[in-house]
Nanobody, 126 residues
Framework: HVQLVESGGGSVQAGGSLRLSCSTS????????LAWFRQAPGKEREAVAT???????NYADSVKGRFTISQDNAKNTLYLQMNSLKPEDTAMYYC?????????????????????WGQGTQVTVS
């Protein structure tokens, strides 16, 4: 049983910040990838940031230097700290987990690689 639940979305003015949270259920897993995706109307879902079970992270070029992905294993919670938000960041944000990941390559940026998804939380930047 794997369950992901996002929270923390909302409306913010350009230049502002938001922190998204995603409760996870990875208690028994030691090898995995977690990711934040976003999807704006009329656009494909895209990976924003990923974090591997060993702590390594990757970011989309569009958010590098502004967004930070992190995980609190004790709380089973994934975070996305978003700073210097821009209108183009407006989208539905989803957390996702890839529990089939094995040690080696970076986490996938493809949505199809992730088996479990949260319900999404809306971020609107004006």
């Amino acid at each position: 049983h794997v369950q992901l639940v996002e929270s923390g979305g909302g409306s913010v003015q350009a230049g502002g910040s938001l922190r998204l949270s995603c409760s996870t259920s990875l208690y028994a897993y030691s090898t995995y990838c977690l990711a934040w995706f976003r999807q704006a109307p009329g656009k494909e879902r895209e990976a924003v940031a990923t974090i591997r079970s060993d702590g390594s992270t990757n970011y989309a070029d569009s958010v590098k230097g502004r967004f930070t992905i992190s995980q609190d294993n004790a709380k089973n919670t994934l975070y996305l700290q978003m700073n210097s938000l821009k209108p183009e960041d407006t989208a539905m944000y989803y957390c996702a987990s890839d529990l089939s990941y094995r040690r080696g390559p970076p986490c996938s940026r493809e949505p199809s690689s992730y088996q479990h998804w949260g319900q999404g939380t809306q971020v609107t930047v004006s």
